[in-house]
């Protein structure tokens, strides 16, 4: 925890200035079969600054958060702004302002745990499926934990400071088949610290049994038939659609660069039923995932509403994309590390519910697939895109049929969103997952099941 009156180095500005102090604080617990093979404690802290010269950016970092270390960045950061515009004479103008103060913490407000009940804690759920389930090849439980804590003041009048933790413990479950491993593996909890989301390991129980069946189901499973199919993609693999194969080509920076979403603004790229956001920090009345109230160059944070109702609608941007397509930015400049320079990143991107009911989806379909849990995947600028499928079932005649071995999904996403003719009304959020952008992040995903044609790879 670091302790600096940032406000006391504004007189040092003299151009557009952020200054930003940050810790980030690690927590990693493993078991693998009962072997405490990861428990360690960590933290990286720092201070940076940004300048920003008619169109010329000069960046400066410290390890130390002191008096001594906020003076030097602003000092370095400030020289190179300068000798890079001497070299790159860009001659722009200011960046939009939109000051805005801000204070969000998410700590808990009960005790803190030690590190030793931690481990206790993990080694309890690691010894329950060693006891429950003597058939399973291999068992792996982790647990993961983030707190990112931030302060920035800028130039142009904006304070924040956040304190975002994220929890997560990840069950991965093995199974021997006719001599061959069947894995199925699922992560639990989300925003929060650890004593807010977990009381006893009791309470993952169900969930356990629940993640054990599937991987039963699983390892009598069949491969699925490749091609073109009509599947319902359940919430989790629509928002990691939403997320790679969509969001990536709507960050401005990447529309500058030629994704494939340039242009295309007022066009239809999407079914009508398909809407798509980047929500801030609130969705419906709840706090999303990863909320972002300000972001890293001190923009307060908006919603970013990338498609409506089929039409493509605006991107996400950061202060210079906003002027360089003259409209407003909307917050999505994310740094995860004090070294680290603000770049546009999603925050919370998700298809937004619709009116049919799951049931009816699945009864709509006589020969295809109901996909349930993803793995990494990757897409490109064109937003062509390749999944891992590690859950997922037959669809026969209106009902759910065998469980499918690991395969994956492919196509282009701005075609695959054309065919959507369902959604359901859930709205799931995962918080899990790391954004791999030129540096990791947090993010949030979230969607309803989607009725979609969809190749899908077989044997």
Not at 247 to 256: L, N, Q, R, S
Not at 383 to 392: A, C, D, K, N, P
Not at 404 to 416: L, W, Y
Request: with cysteine.
């Amino acid at each position: 925890m670091y302790r600096l009156n940032l406000h006391d180095y504004v007189k040092l500005f003299s151009s557009y200035t952020e200054l930003r102090a940050q810790e980030n604080r690690v927590v990693r617990i493993a078991f693998v079969k009962g072997n405490n093979t990861a428990n360690s404690r960590s933290a990286t802290s720092g201070i940076s600054a940004r300048v920003y010269k008619n169109g010329s950016w000069g960046f400066a970092s410290n390890p130390e958060i002191s008096e001594a270390a906020a003076k030097a960045v602003i000092q370095a950061a400030t020289e190179n702004a300068v000798f890079l515009d001497s070299k790159e004479q860009k001659g722009r103008g200011p960046l939009p302002k939109s000051p805005v103060t801000s204070e969000n913490d998410f700590s808990t407000k009960k005790p803190r745990l030690g590190q030793r009940e931690l481990v206790d804690f993990a080694r309890e759920l690691d010894d329950h499926i060693a006891r429950k389930y003597p058939d399973l090849a291999s068992r792996t439980v982790s647990l993961d934990c983030l707190d990112m804590e931030k302060t920035l003041v800028t130039s142009d009048g904006s304070y924040s400071h956040s304190l975002v933790p994220r929890t997560t413990i990840g069950i991965a479950l093995s199974f021997i088949k006719d001599g061959q491993p069947v894995e199925f593996a699922r992560p639990y909890g989300g925003l929060g610290h650890f004593e807010d989301l977990f009381t006893a390991p009791g309470e993952l129980y169900g969930k356990i049994e629940e993640q054990y069946h599937h991987l039963m189901k699983k390892s009598e499973g069949v491969f699925a038939d490749a091609g073109l199919k009509t599947c319902v993609l359940d919430a989790e693999l629509a928002g990691i659609l939403a997320h790679e194969a969509i969001g990536h080509t709507t960050e401005a920076d990447m529309v500058i660069s030629g994704s494939v979403a340039q242009g295309k603004i007022g066009q239809q790229v999407a079914s009508p039923l398909v809407t798509l956001v980047d929500f801030a920090h609130s969705y419906n009345g709840q706090t999303c995932p990863v909320p972002v109230y300000v972001d890293d160059e001190g923009t307060k944070a908006v919603d970013a509403v990338i498609i409506e109702n089929g039409i493509l609608k605006g991107y996400m941007h950061n202060k210079e994309s906003a002027r360089y397509f003259n409209v407003g930015p909307t917050g999505n400049a994310r740094a995860y590390e004090f070294s680290d320079e603000p770049l546009i990143r999603m925050r919370n991107t998700a298809i937004l519910p619709g009116a049919d009911k799951l049931e009816d989806m699945i009864a709509s379909i006589d020969d295809g697939y109901y996909l349930i849990q993803p793995s990494n995947g990757q897409a490109d600028s064109t937003s062509e895109f390749m999944f891992g499928i590690t859950l997922g079932y037959e669809i026969k005649n209106g009902k759910l049929g065998k469980a499918i071995k690991d395969t994956t999904i492919s196509g282009v996403a701005f075609d695959m969103l054309k065919t959507v003719t369902m959604v359901s009304p859930d709205m799931k959020w995962t918080n899990s997952g790391m954004c791999g952008k030129k540096q990791a992040i947090p993010v949030g995903m979230g969607g309803p099941a989607i009725k979609c044609k969809i190749n899908i790879g077989g044997r």
